[in-house]
């Protein structure tokens, strides 16, 4: 029992010390250049109204940005864009891959990819009327997701 408790408390130590390292800034200096090209592209005239930076106990960043107008971007430590929320605007269409835009446009005309997922094997697209798709890596259709 007093392993066990022990190492509870070991545990939770780490995971605070972890959390002590998150903090929060607005300078887009702090992201990866890819993170910052991908504002910089795609959000020019919106400005960050801060950016959350986690860093896990490996010694890698996540990097949680959010926008004036809303949106919310997620990068990796690369600066590689995990995920996107537009909040009821569209995504930029050149961060949706074309055979996932080209699907939505022909199978759910009137509406807008409104979030993306970027995951190891497949992307989840959320639709401006709530409903989510799911894709694969190369952009083909999967299923409707629950």
Do not use: W
């Not at 702090?30 to 986690?54: C, E, S």
């Not at 809303?70 to 929320?85: A, H, R, V």
């Not at 930029?92 to 005309?109: C, G």
């Amino acid at each position: 029992m007093k392993k066990l408790l022990t190492l509870l408390i070991v545990m939770l130590g780490a995971i605070g010390m972890a959390n002590a390292r998150d903090y929060v800034t607005t300078d887009v200096a702090q992201l990866p250049a890819a993170a910052q090209k991908i504002l910089k592209t795609h959000f020019p005239k919106t400005g960050v109204n801060h950016i959350k930076i986690d860093s896990n106990i490996i010694g890698s960043k996540d990097y949680d940005v959010i926008l004036d107008n809303g949106t919310e971007l997620d990068f990796d430590n690369s600066g590689n864009l995990k995920e996107i929320d537009c909040g009821h605007n569209a995504v930029p269409a050149a961060l949706v891959l074309k055979p996932i835009r080209d699907y939505v446009a022909n199978n759910f005309k009137g509406r807008k990819i409104v979030g993306l997922e970027i995951n190891s094997r497949s992307y989840d697209v959320e639709l401006s009327d709530g409903l989510d798709l799911k894709f694969d890596r190369s952009g083909n259709f999967l299923k409707i997701d629950d």
